[in-house]
């Protein structure tokens, strides 16, 4: 049922909008090797044979191969922050933010009003790899589609459900000065990526790791933001990530932050918390785990090694599918805790009463 409302969806975008990975390919060096394009139902397919990608193109060339498949992953990069801006209708924001565009900066994406509007946020922090803002995956994307593999049924869920959104983008931490510019036109057709990758890169100002870039939007954009109530969604290296922002900016954090969603997350709450029982005991509230299982979906899944927050099974053993799995599942979570959040500051609020009005009026 989900695959059916996100197959209607996704022919929309790209009828509506015009995007097509195949446009991002013609041009360059590879567009005979990579005749590849998404198909109404979000799936990576060959133009000609209607075949899922093959990784062995060249025979006994893995380099070639490999190269092959990084040009793939930039396309695909490229495609994902156009349906970000287009079909998502986010915006792109550079930081940090008084850098001027010839200096090493890095980007994310929010909704319109997401800083403006008392809406809560959701802000998506994804695990690390080579995969940019928008994706969960790379080759979850090109192994099984755009519905698994990106963000963007999540961003849907939360601008329909919150109303705000943030898309972090904290594995682009640095610039490579020859590709940079070059992206998919090589000077030398047989020069690999990997000698490309080689020369000089710089780091991104504020954006060297993604716990910096984290950090970066975190004081600069969401801690300033009108919302009240933000949610985190943290997969994997994610989890980690933000268990740093929380000992990093403690009561900020457990202030403005009313939920978090960790999928397979990589955090230590022993060893990142210091102990510190305050913030156990925060993690423990206000935060639940989604872990790939054979239990069904939101089933309790125990664990000897980390005993932090509610743990429950993802509804998948795969890893990669994990996200997709439980969208639905960590949406219903979030809702449900705003919802309790929202009911407990309401009984805590004073209640105006005719004595209590006459007697500020006879003051």
Excluded at 16 to 43: M, P
Excluded at 83 to 110: G, H, N, W
Aim: hydrophobic share 35%; aromatic share 12%; glycine share 6%.
């Amino acid at each position: 049922m989900i695959m059916a409302d996100f197959t209607g969806e996704h022919t929309w975008l790209q009828t509506g909008h015009g995007l097509s990975l195949r446009k991002l390919v013609e041009g360059s060096d590879y567009q005979e090797e990579l005749r590849y394009d998404f198909n109404a139902k979000g799936e990576l397919r060959h133009l000609d044979t209607n075949e899922s990608f093959v990784f062995n193109y060249y025979k006994n060339n893995h380099e070639r191969n490999h190269e092959r498949y990084q040009v793939l992953g930039h396309v695909i990069t490229q495609y994902v922050y156009e349906l970000l801006e287009r079909a998502c209708t986010l915006q792109k924001v550079y930081i940090p933010s008084d850098a001027t565009e010839d200096e090493p900066r890095s980007f994310f994406f929010m909704s319109e009003k997401a800083l403006t509007s008392s809406s809560s946020i959701i802000v998506l922090l994804q695990d690390r790899g080579v995969f940019r803002a928008g994706q969960w995956g790379q080759k979850t994307i090109i192994s099984e589609g755009l519905y698994h593999g990106t963000q963007i049924p999540f961003i849907k869920m939360a601008l329909q459900s919150h109303g705000g959104v943030i898309v972090l983008n904290p594995n682009d931490n640095f610039v490579d000065l020859k590709t940079e510019r070059e992206t998919l036109s090589f000077s030398t057709r047989g020069e690999s990526l990997a000698s490309m990758h080689s020369c000089q890169r710089n780091p991104r100002w504020c954006s060297t790791s993604p716990e910096e870039h984290t950090m970066y939007v975190w004081d600069h954009f969401i801690s300033k933001s009108a919302a009240k109530n933000v949610a985190f969604i943290a997969h994997g290296y994610g989890g980690l990530v933000f268990i740093d922002l929380l000992m990093q900016r403690k009561e900020e954090v457990m202030n403005k932050v009313f939920s978090v969603a960790f999928i397979n997350s990589m955090h230590n709450v022993q060893h990142q918390t210091r102990n510190d029982p305050q913030v156990q005991w925060w993690i423990q509230k206000y935060c639940r785990e989604w872990v790939s299982s054979n239990k069904p979906l939101g089933k309790a899944v125990g664990s000897l090694i980390k005993v932090n927050c509610p743990t429950v099974s993802a509804g998948t053993e795969k890893y990669s599918l994990a996200p997709s799995y439980c969208l639905r599942s960590i949406f219903k979570y979030l809702n449900s805790t705003l919802k309790a959040k929202a009911t407990t500051a309401f009984t805590r609020s004073p209640i105006a009463t005719r004595s209590s009005k006459c007697k500020e009026v006879g003051k």
